[in-house]
């Protein structure tokens, strides 16, 4: 990642940190270009502290620390937004998000799918560059009958699964439904990019059917 912010007279960026799989703000801290560098470095989010007049590793004495997923720059440089996954709660009150007021430990009421974007600009990367070794390109080569193949292979796959599972269920047979589930998933996100069709058109649907 690339990032050149404009620090303020002191040094300083504002940074707003964002859960990545659901978007909900988490909190508001500053940034000088030691954290931002830390940041990129390590992999773990790094503030400067105000008060302190030094580089702070969030989470470095509580152990919630925040895993970087992205670094951005707002359209004029001086604010930065990082999405990141949090290992704990954000707020030193126990709480999710410092923006959670009740001041109640916050539940994530989130299964993680906004990571599914991610997924989904990587098939239309692939899809659109081609590139040689690649699973996906090679699934889009094959036209709409090879990746509609792949479906209905792992989608049978999933209900041999589901069956296993049903018949005695154990942490073993769960996890294989799961990973059988992620072949399902990806293959049918492959097919929707042969057709060209986007994953919003299914979401769009989804919505209609549930206001009916």
């Known amino acids: 990642m690339t990032v050149a912010p404009r620090y ?10 964002q859960d990545a799989a659901d978007g909900r703000v988490l909190m508001l801290a500053f940034m000088n ?10 992999g773990d989010v790094h503030f400067h502290s105000r008060s302190r007049n030094a580089l702070w590793k969030k989470g470095g004495t509580s ?5 970087l997923v992205s670094i951005a720059e707002d359209c004029d440089q001086d604010a930065l937004l990082v999405t990141v996954n ?3 709660p954000t707020c030193h009150r126990g709480t999710r998000s410092c923006f959670d007021l009740d001041g109640a430990p916050a539940e994530r009421a989130t299964q993680g799918f906004a990571w599914l974007e991610g997924l989904w600009s990587t098939i239309e990367a692939r899809a659109s560059t081609r590139p040689t070794g690649s699973y996906t390109a090679e699934l889009l080569e094959g ?3 090879r ?5 209905t292979e792992e989608a049978t796959e999933v209900l041999m699964a589901a069956k296993d599972d049903a018949a005695a269920s154990t942490p073993a047979r769960r996890s294989a439904l799961a990973a059988e589930s992620a072949d399902l998933l990806y293959h049918l996100l492959v097919l929707l990019a042969e057709r ?5 058109d299914v ?3 989804l919505r209609r059917r549930h206001a009916e």
């Open 8 to 17: 303020d007279a002191d040094g300083l960026v504002p940074a707003i940190v």
């Open 33 to 42: 270009e030691e954290a931002l560098n830390a940041t990129l470095e390590t």
């Open 63 to 67: 152990g919630n620390v925040l895993r």
């Open 86 to 88: 949090p290992t704990g």
């Open 143 to 145: 036209g709409v009958d």
């Open 147 to 151: 990746a509609g193949r792949k479906v």
């Open 196 to 200: 060209n069709v986007p994953p919003s």
């Open 203 to 205: 979401i769009t649907e």
